[in-house]
């Protein structure tokens, strides 16, 4: 009995890790697969499904509960700090696949270290040396016109984490991207409602007893 | 190192990723603007189809930020709210 405990482990050991690493590339084929399927539900998020936007509001709930307590009296920052939170909750929720989620998640360490004066210069120097080599493009294919070109850099800059990107990735995020946003904006209002249609009646209950009027 | 430089003299890598891929992602993501839902993709450039996300991930921020002003007022204010709040998603 001891000599097979004992030397288990040694075999259970290579064992699983062989057998972990033949899991782990079965998973790497079978997602890589699964993502190129646009239906796929475990390559991308399902950003309309229930569950998904049940698992965003408990924890916007539960980091909001957080906010409450540490909040600034001021009227503006209290409203940019639930926008970071929301935003921040939303890019957990994604799990990290897509690059605004990881970009989002990144921003709120590095404005933690740096003040804002720092990331500006650097934007706009980015943003300079993306502008000047597209006009020199002369192929008069559709995508490499200069207007195509500035709409696309336009949208890489609201999609966060998306400003040096190539087009075919900035049209793959943004559309993660907005079925995430539309999400949040479903799942902000619903709380919003919840809250303010139950703060009144919770206060309202005992007078109704004595406004029904009598049965007769 | 020249490849890389040519790589980005053209257009941010569209050589590597076809054409028809690019057309694919934007007639997918017209799928999800309301604007152009109902329209053909032959009909809607890919040009007004990147300006109709950009407006509308700008007017989407905007709600965001909206009901974020308005959630704050309201947590601000509220308090056993909450408590009826966690309830009712629990049993959802």
Redesign the interface.
């Given at each position: 009995m001891a000599s097979t405990l004992v030397s288990n482990p040694v075999t259970n050991s290579d064992r699983a890790r062989e057998s972990s690493k033949r899991r782990k590339k079965k998973k790497l084929l079978a997602t890589r697969d699964e993502s190129q399927n646009p239906n796929a539900a475990h390559g991308s998020t399902q950003w309309k499904s229930d569950p998904q936007q049940q698992v965003y509001s408990s924890k916007l709930l539960q980091a909001l509960r957080q906010l409450r307590i540490s909040s600034s009296p001021t009227a503006p920052r209290r409203s940019r700090a639930v926008r970071e939170v929301a935003d921040r909750v939303l890019a957990v929720t994604a799990k990290g696949k897509t690059r605004w989620s990881r970009a989002i998640l990144t921003n709120r360490l590095k404005l933690k270290f740096m003040k804002n004066k720092r990331r500006s210069p650097a934007a706009s120097a980015a943003g300079d040396r993306l502008k000047k080599p597209r006009v020199s493009i002369s192929r008069l294919k559709s995508k490499n016109l200069p207007a195509v070109q500035r709409k696309a850099r336009v949208l890489g800059r609201l999609v966060p984490g998306c400003r040096k990107e190539p087009l075919p990735v900035i049209l793959e995020e943004a559309t993660d991207y907005i079925a995430a946003l539309e999400m949040q904006v479903r799942a902000m209002s619903a709380l919003a409602e919840l809250l303010s249609g139950s703060g009144p009646s919770g206060s309202t209950v005992t007078p109704l007893g004595s406004n029904r009027p009598p049965p007769s | 190192m020249s490849s890389r430089r040519s790589r980005?003299?053209?257009?941010?890598?569209?050589s590597?990723?076809s054409?028809e891929?690019?057309n694919d992602?934007?007639s997918?993501?017209q799928e999800?603007?309301p604007e152009l839902r109902r329209r053909r993709s032959d009909k809607v450039?890919?040009?007004r189809v990147?300006?109709e996300?950009?407006n509308?991930?700008?007017n989407?921020?905007k709600?965001?930020?909206d009901?974020?002003?308005?959630?704050?007022?309201?947590?601000?204010?509220?308090d056993?709210?909450?408590a009826?709040?966690?309830r009712?998603?629990l049993s959802?």
């Open positions: - | 980005s003299r053209q257009s941010a890598g569209v590597r990723t054409d891929q690019i992602l934007v997918k993501l999800l603007l450039s890919a040009g990147l300006q996300t950009c509308y991930i700008r989407l921020h709600e965001v930020d009901l974020s002003e308005r959630l704050s007022e309201l947590l601000e204010t509220t056993s709210a909450q009826a709040m966690i009712t998603l959802q």
